[in-house]
């Protein structure tokens, strides 16, 4: 089946800086985009989603875009903090309300 | 408070038995799912349920099997004809019929098999 899959595995910033992260999906069907973010040994938490109909959606320091075009989803988080340091993953919604996962972009924080 | 619990956190068990992962939901959600998660990779759907009584397979549900007798509880069973059981195993909920298919999830449970 189709999936939704990740650019970059790891991706390190400094303190303060923004971080994006991104996705690519490849079913043009999809209507409904999320994020989690999953810290470790923990079970993942919601960040923030998105309906196909939009373009872009912010929440608190997170602003997730979607690129129907290409088909790509990024997350970007502003002056990112240490505790952003987690995994993150993309999920969309499949047929009834079964979500599939990429495989994650761990985000490292430098002090 | 509402949520999702799972237990125990860690599980260790021999090769060649059965073991019932726990699930608890008292969000009042009708949907409840299991997932796998290796190292390094992504949630993988081991079953479903999107009402009491009924369950579907999901990706992986080989050697695996569940129920859902109560709208609370989805426990899910690693038999021993999974050939690779060690594994964190995650539980999530969520509600139905609404506009949002957020997935609630529950803290894990690391299972290792030896």
């Known amino acids: 089946g189709e999936s939704v899959g990740l650019h970059l595995p790891t991706l390190s910033v400094q303190e303060g800086d923004n971080s994006i992260i991104n996705c690519a999906y490849s079913n043009s069907a999809s209507d409904y985009f999320i994020w989690y973010k999953q810290e470790s040994g923990k079970g993942p938490q919601f960040i923030i989603d998105?309906?196909?109909?939009?373009d872009k959606r912010q929440g608190q320091r997170v602003t997730v875009l979607l690129n129907k075009t290409v088909k790509h989803l990024s997350l970007q988080i502003a002056a990112t903090q240490p505790g952003d340091s987690a995994v993150y993953f993309c999920?969309?919604?499949?047929?009834?309300?079964?979500?599939?996962f990429g495989a994650g972009t761990i985000l490292r924080v430098k002090s | 408070d509402g949520g999702i619990t799972q237990s125990p956190k860690y599980l260790f068990r021999k090769e060649g038995q059965n073991v019932t992962l726990s699930c608890e939901q008292n969000?009042?959600?009708?949907?409840m799912y299991w997932y796998r998660q290796d190292p390094g990779q992504g949630l993988r759907l081991i079953y479903y349920?999107?009402?009491?009584?009924?369950?579907q397979k999901g990706d992986i549900a080989e050697g695996y099997s569940v129920s859902r007798e109560k709208k609370e509880s989805f426990p899910l069973t690693v038999t021993s004809a999974q050939k690779n059981p060690t594994a964190f195993y995650l539980c999530?909920?969520?509600?139905?019929?609404?506009?949002?298919?957020?997935?609630?999830f529950g803290p894990g449970t690391r299972l290792t098999v030896t």
């Open positions: 349920s999107q009402i009491v009584n009924d369950f």
């Open positions: 998105i309906r196909s109909n939009m």
């Open positions: 999530a909920s969520s509600p139905r019929g609404l506009n949002s298919y957020e997935q609630y």
């Open positions: 999920a969309e919604k499949e047929y009834g309300n079964k979500l599939v």
């Open positions: 969000l009042n959600h009708d949907a």
